[in-house]
């Protein structure tokens, strides 16, 4: 199921929370960065946090009544927002990786990545949502 609102520079839609619909939010984000002047300067960073994101949003919640997951996007004080939003009552935490570990690096991407992240709970007291700021890499002058 996708249901999608769109306002100036700010974009949400509704996902299934299934890993098959972790593209679907990287797409989405491509889609709505290339509708930005200089989107293309948050968008490397922004697809792999965004999917690190949804990815533990879908492994981690605990909530069975609500399979969506939310994601909101925008643009504010030239940072972009990341917003993944889930009915799980979990909160992330920032763990130590080891070189020989096969999970569990998400959170670190996110933390070294992101301008500033963190967890809130959501309107309504049911569930959270994890956000990232995305500062633009800068620009390259020409010699």
């Known amino acids: 199921m996708l249901k999608v609102c769109c306002r100036p520079r700010t974009f949400a839609a509704r996902l299934d929370s299934c890993i098959e619909s972790t593209p679907v939010a990287r797409h989405l984000l491509r889609a709505y960065l290339s509708a930005l002047p200089a989107g ?12 690190e994101l949804f990815a533990n949003a879908v492994q981690y919640c605990d909530a069975p009544d609500d399979r ?23 909160r992330p935490s920032l763990r130590t990786v080891t070189p020989d570990d096969e999970h569990g690096r998400g959170l670190f ?19 959270k949502y994890v956000w990232a700021l995305i500062a633009p890499t800068p620009t390259i002058a020409a010699a």
């Not at 909101?72 to 979990?90: I, K, M, P, Q």
């Not at 933390?111 to 709970?121: F, I, K, T, V």
């Open 68 to 90: 969506h997951i939310e994601i909101r996007f925008a643009v504010t004080n030239g940072l972009l927002r990341l917003e993944v939003h889930d009915a799980g009552s979990g």
């Open 40 to 51: 293309d300067r948050y968008a490397d960073t922004a697809e792999l946090l965004l999917g």
């Open 109 to 127: 991407l996110v933390n070294e990545l992101s301008a500033h992240w963190g967890c809130c709970p959501r309107a309504g007291g049911i569930g």
